[in-house]
C-alpha cells in the first residue's frame, strides 16, 4: 500500500515542481535511473505502464525504494482502468497518472486515499476531476495545448492545479513558460531521461539532468 499519504504527494509535487516519468523493463536498469533521479534532487518519480510484465519491475522497484530510497516517492503512470490501478496501489504506488479521465479509477483510488492525476485536455474534464477529488490535473498532451490554455484555464479557475506532460523539456524557455502561465509542476520524460542515457548506462547524465531542471525551476519561480 502507499506510504505517503495524497496530501504529501501534492505538496512534494507543488515543491519541487518536477516529475520524472520513464519505464524500463529491467529491473536493474530502473533501480539505477531512479537513484539517479534521486541524487539529482527529485522526490518524485512515475513509473510509466507501458510494457510486457510491467507490474513486476514496479513491484520489485517499490520495495527497492521503500529500502534504499525512503524520501522516494514512487507512483505509476499511462494507467487506464481500475484494475490496474487496484494492483499497482497494492504493490506501493503513491500516486497513480492516467492518460485520459476515468471516473472508475478515481473511485478505486479515493477509496485508498491515493493521489491520482488524470489526463484532461477542456476545462469541462478539469472541472469535472476536481469534482471527484482531484488535486492536480493532468495537462495531456502538453505540447498540444501550451502554456496558452494552463494561463487561459487559471483565470477562471485560479484554485485549478496543473501538471503538463508531453511538450515538457529541461530547458529555462521552455519551463519559464509553463510556470510563468501558472504550472503547478511538469511531469517530464524522454527529454530528461533519454534513450540514448539510458542505453549507454549514463547516469550521471540523467542525475545532471535533473539537477539542472530543478535549478531553472526554482529560478524561473522566484
Known amino acids: 500500500m502507499a506510504r505517503f499519504t495524497r496530501i504529501h504527494v501534492a505538496n512534494i509535487m507543488k515543491e519541487t515542481g518536477l516529475v520524472p516519468l520513464f519505464f524500463h523493463n529491467d529491473i536493474e536498469v530502473a533501480k539505477k535511473v531512479t537513484k539517479a533521479c534521486y541524487d539529482g534532487g527529485a522526490r518524485l518519480l512515475e513509473f510509466t505502464s507501458r510494457g510486457d510484465f510491467?507490474?513486476?519491475?514496479f513491484g520489485a522497484l517499490s520495495k527497492y525504494c521503500n529500502k534504499e530510497l525512503p524520501d522516494m516517492v514512487i507512483g505509476v503512470g499511462s494507467v487506464t482502468d481500475a484494475a490496474s490501478a487496484s494492483t499497482y496501489m497494492a504493490l506501493g504506488a503513491n500516486f497513480v497518472v492516467t492518460p485520459v479521465l476515468r471516473e472508475d479509477i478515481a473511485i478505486v483510488c479515493n477509496r485508498r486515499k491515493v493521489m491520482w492525476s488524470?489526463?484532461?485536455?477542456?476545462?469541462?474534464?478539469?472541472?469535472r476531476a476536481e469534482e471527484l477529488g482531484c488535486e492536480i490535473v493532468k495537462l495531456f498532451p502538453g505540447g498540444t495545448y501550451g502554456p496558452g490554455f494552463v494561463k487561459a484555464i487559471k483565470g477562471p479557475q485560479p484554485w485549478t492545479s496543473v501538471m503538463p506532460t508531453g511538450g515538457v523539456s529541461p530547458t529555462e524557455e521552455n519551463l519559464k513558460g509553463w510556470f510563468d502561465a501558472g504550472a503547478t509542476c511538469v511531469g517530464m520524460g524522454s527529454k530528461l531521461i533519454t534513450k540514448s542515457m539510458v542505453a549507454s548506462g549514463d547516469y550521471d547524465g540523467i542525475r545532471a539532468n535533473c539537477v539542472k531542471a530543478l535549478e531553472i525551476i526554482r529560478e524561473v519561480r522566484s
Open 54 to 57: 510491467a507490474q513486476e519491475v
Open 118 to 127: 488524470p489526463g484532461c485536455g477542456s476545462l469541462t474534464e478539469i472541472c
